[in-house]
C-alpha cells in the first residue's frame, strides 16, 4: 500500500543524480561567501575581464566579479524555488484536503475555482503582475506561490479522497475523531511521498519563472540572479564575454532544474504505481 | 598644355566647394540602397501627429516633410524658405519662400501652405512644437509668408522655424482627427524622399528618392531602415547586410580596425539626480552642495559607463556647448568638504554616520531599474559620507509618478535636448516631473524667463552664463553624466552630427541632406 | 467531466481573467499620458495638447465606466485602441499573429511527433540502454530554459558563424518573392523554432513514455504479442496509439498557450509575434494591447480545452462508457 519514497529514489540512477546535483548546488549556495573573494554587488572600474586567477570567470560590464555573481545567483534561485515549493504546498494542502473532507458545496466552488486557474496560463498572468507590481523577494514568492498551488491541490483532494474511506481512517471516526484531527494525525502523514513530489514539482517550476522574470528584466534588479546576469551578459554578445558569463549562468540554471527534473522522474511511481515494477531508469 | 593646367587649376580648386561634411567630397555617384540598422524598430507611421514622440520618430517623418529653415553640421540653411529677416518692431519674421517647389502629388507648394499650417496647428497642436509664440501667419504675395510673434523669441529658429513640418493645405484643410489620418496621403510632403512601405509590426521604413527635388536629385536612391538590435548591429555591419548604425561603445576600435568610419555626437543627454527640494535637509542648499561634493562624477563614468562618457557640470550644460561657462563651480569630489558642510547643518558624525537629536540621517533613493547601475554607485559615495541610503528600484513610471507628487528624497533621472539653452528653463522652472520645479530664486528664475526673449546672442550668453552659476551655486538637482554614443558607417555617404541636434535637438547623424548631395 | 461542469469552470477562467485584466493595470499610480510622454521625449507638451489627449483616450473617467465601456465594446469585436501604436487594437495583434503562429506551430508540430516517435521506442524498450540514454538525455534537455538555448543558438549561427539571420521574420525589402521568399522566411524561423522544439521535446516524450509503459502491461498487448503481429505494428497501431491520449489532451492544453508561449524565444531573435508585442506592450504600459492579447490567450485556452474535452470521448470510447 504504502510506496516507500526512499526505495524508489535508492533504485534510481536517475534519482541519485538528480539528488547529487542538487546537493552540489545547495552546498555552493550556502558556502557561497567562503567560495569567493568578492562581494557579487562590489563595482569597480575593472569591467569587462577575461577569467584570471583574480576573477575566476571574469568581470561583468560594471566590474563586478561573475564567480562571486554566478554563487550568489544559486542562492537566490534555491530560496524563491524552495519557498515557492513550500507556500504552494501549504496552500495545495490547506484547499486540496479541505475540499475532500468537507466536501458539498464547498468542495465544487473550491474545485471550480483550481481547475479555472489552471486552464489559465501561468507565465503570462506572472509576467502581467510582476510588470506592474516589481516585486521584491517576499512579494515574488507569494505571487508564485499563488498562482501555481491549484495542480497540487487536485491531486491531495483526489489521494485525500482515497484516503477517506480506508480502513484505519474508518476505525478513528468510529471512535471519535473529530475531522481536524484526522486531517492532520492521518491524511497528511499518509501522503508524505506524494506532498514530496508535488513540492519538487513546485520547487521546479519556481526556480525556472524566478529566472525568466529576471531575464526579462521585470524581477527584482537588487537580487543576485541568473536571469539577471544572462540578461545583461546578451547585451554584449557581440564580444567573446559571452563564454565565460552568459554560459555558466545559462548552465547552472539549467543544472539546477534537471536535478530537479531527475528527482521527480523518480519520484514519480509514487504518483502513478503503473509506472513501476523493475525501473533501473 | 594651357589645357592642362587650366585641368590642375580647376580640380585643385574642387576641395573647396562646400560639401556635406569638411572633408573630402565623396564621389556623388549614386547609391541604390542605403540601409540603416535601428534597435526599436517601429517609430510609427511618419506623418507629423502619427510618429512617435520620441526623436527617431521625428527623423523618420522629417524625410518627407520639410520645414521653412534646416540645419547643417555648423549653421542654418535655407530649405522651404530661402530667404528671411527678422523684423524688431513688430517682431516679425518674413520669408521668402523656393518657387519651384512641388508636393509629391504634383500640386504647387506655395505661401497658403505655410499659413495653413500655423493656422491648423493653433487648432491640432504638433506634438514636438509649441506654436503658441507665433500669434498670427500672413501671406504677402505667393511666394511670402509673415509670421507675427507674441514677443521676441530667441530659439525661434532651432524650436519653430526649423522644426514645424510644413503641411499640405489641399490635403490637411479636410482633416478634423488628425492623429488618425494614416492614409497614404498623410505622407505626401515636399521632402527629398517618399515613403515607398511601412511595417509596423517588422519595424522597417523604405523610402525611395523623390528624383523632383527642388535642391537636386537626391543621390541615395532608396533609404531602408530596418530593425536590428544593438548588440547585433556590429555583426550586420560586418557582413555587409547594413551600411550604418549606432554601436555599442566597446566595438569602436574592432570596427574601425574593419575599416568603418565612427563619429559621436556632443554630449545632449544627461543623467541627473533629482532632489526633493521642498523636505529638509534637502531644502537647505549647503546640504544639496554637500551632496555634490559627496558624489566623484569622475569615478562614476569611469565605472558604469567604462569611460564612454563626461562627468557631469553642475550648471547643467556639457562643456562641449558654446554656452558652457567655463567659470562655473565644478565641486571637484571632496567628502571631507561634504561632512563639513553636513555638520554646519547641525548634525554630529557618529561611528561613519550622521545623527541630529539622536536621528540617523537617511534618505531615500528611487529610480527604475535602468539606473540600477547609477543608483548603486550614488548610495554606495553617499554612504562613504556619512548618509544612510534607501536604494530602491522601482517600476519607471512609478518613479515618475512619485517624482512628480513630491513623494521622494531623491532620484535618478535623465532627458535630452541640451542644445538650445532654451531647455533650461523648461528643466528648471517646468512643471514636469522631469524638471527641477525650482523657482524660489527670484534672480535664477528672471534670467531664465529673459533668456528666451534677448535676440543679441552675446547678451544671451552672458545670462546663460551667469544662469549657470546661479544653478550650480544652489543645485536644485545635479547632472551626474553625459554619456557619449556611437555611430558607425561604411563611408559611402557623407554623415554627420547636425549642429545642435536635428530640429529641436535630435542627436542623430540622419539629416536627410546628406543623402541629397 | 461532464459538458456543464467544463462551461461553468471556463466562465469562471473567463471572469477571471477579464477582471485581472481590466483591474490590474489600473491600480498602479501613474498617468498613462506620462507612460507615453515621459523619459526621452523632447516635447513641448502645452496644456491645451495634455487636455487634448486626456479627452481622446478617456482617461478621466472613471472606472466602473472605463469597465463597462471595456466589456460592451468586447463583445463586439473593438478591443480598443492602442496609445502607443494608434491603431486599433486588434490590427496591432492579428499582425503579429501569423508570425507567432508559425513559430509555434511548428515547433509545436516538430515536437509533438518526434517526441512521440522518442517515447514509443523508449517505452517499448523500458530498462534497456537505449532507454535509459534517451530518457536522461531528453530529461537534460528540457532543463535548458528556452531562452537560453535560443540565446546560445543565436550566438553560435548568427554571430560567430554568421549562416543564421541576426533577428527578424524576413529580410525587409529584398524583393524577394515565391520560392526564394518562402526560403527567407524558413531561414529567419529556423533557429526559434529549434530553439523551441529543442526545449519542449521531452514533454511530449515523457509522457507517451509513461504511457506506454502502462499500456503495454494490458491484456491486449499479449494478445497482440501470441497473434505474431511485427514489432512496429506492435509498437505503433497498438500500444503507440493508445499512448496517444494524453499526448492530445497536452497538445491541447500546448494549443492554448501558443499565443505566449514563444515569449521568451520571440525577444531573443527579436521575432515580430505576438510574445514579443506583449513584452513591448507591459514596457509601455499600453493597456488596450495588454488586454487585447490576454482576452486573446483566454479564449483561445478555452476553445483548445474545450475542443479537447469533445474529442477525447471520441478517441477512447471508455470515457464515454463511464459515464
Known sequence: MHISLKKELKQSHIGKAGIIILVLVITLAILAPFLSRYNPGQQSTASLLSPSGVHWLGTNQIGQDIWSQLLYGARTSLLVGFGVG???????????????LVGGLYDKIVMRIVDAFIVIPMVVVVILVAAYIKPDLPVLILLLAVLSWQGGARVIRAQALSLKESGHINASRTFGAGQLYIAWRHIVPDMGPILLVEFIYGVRRAVFMEAGLAFLGIGDPMLVSWGTMMRDAMKFSYLDVWRWWLVPAGVALSLTIIGLTFISHATESVLDPRLRGGAVA | MPRLFLAVLVISLLPALPACNDEETPASSPIKTYTIADSTGDWGYPSPYAHYSRGPGYVRMSFIFETLIWKNATEFVPQLAREWEYNEDDNSYTFRLQENVKWHDGADFTADDVVFTFDYTKDHPFQWVDNSIVESAAALDRYTVILYLNTPYAPFFQDV???????????????????????????????????????????????????????GKPVVREIRFVKISLEMTPAALKEGSVDSASIPAEVVGDLEGAGFTVISAPPSWNGKLTINHQKAPLSSKEFRQALTYAIDREALVQIVLRGHGLAGSPGMIPPTSVWYNPDTPQYVYNPGKAQQLIKGLGYTLENGYFYKDGQPLTLSLIAAADYKDVGQFIAQQLEQAGIEIEFQTLEAKTVDYKVGAWDFDLSIYGHGGLYEPSFLQRYILGEGFNSARYSINDELTQLLNEQLTEMDTDKRKDMVFRIQELYAEDLPALTLYYPISYWAHDGSMPLYYTMDGIAIGVPLTLNRMCFVQ | MTIKRNLITYGIALIIILVLNFILPRIMPGDPLMAIYGDEALVAMTPDLEAHLVERFALDQSLWQQFYAYITAMFQGDLGWSYYYNSSVLQVIFARLPWTLLVVGSSLVLSTLLGIVLGVESGWRRGSKTDRVMLTGLMSLNGFPDFFLGLVLLIVFGVLLGIAPLSGALTPYSGLSGLSFVLDVLKHAALPVAALTIAHLAGGYLLTRNTMITVLKEPFMLTAKAKGLSQNVLKYRHAGRNSLLPVITMTGIWLGRVVTGALFVELVFAYPGVGQLTYQALLSRDYPVIQGIFLIVAISVLIANFAVDLLYPKLDPRVSHAH
Open chain 2, 161 to 215: 522655424a526649423g522644426a514645424q513640418p510644413i503641411l499640405p493645405r489641399h490635403i490637411w484643410e479636410n482633416v478634423t482627427v488628425p492623429e488618425e489620418f494614416l492614409t497614404a496621403d498623410a505622407v505626401i510632403g515636399t521632402g527629398p524622399y517618399k515613403l515607398a512601405d511601412y511595417s509596423k509590426e517588422h519595424g522597417t521604413y523604405l523610402y525611395e528618392a523623390n528624383d523632383g527635388y527642388y535642391l
Open chain 1, 86 to 100: 513550500i507556500f504552494s504546498l501549504i496552500l495545495s494542502v490547506l484547499f486540496g484536503i479541505s475540499a475532500a
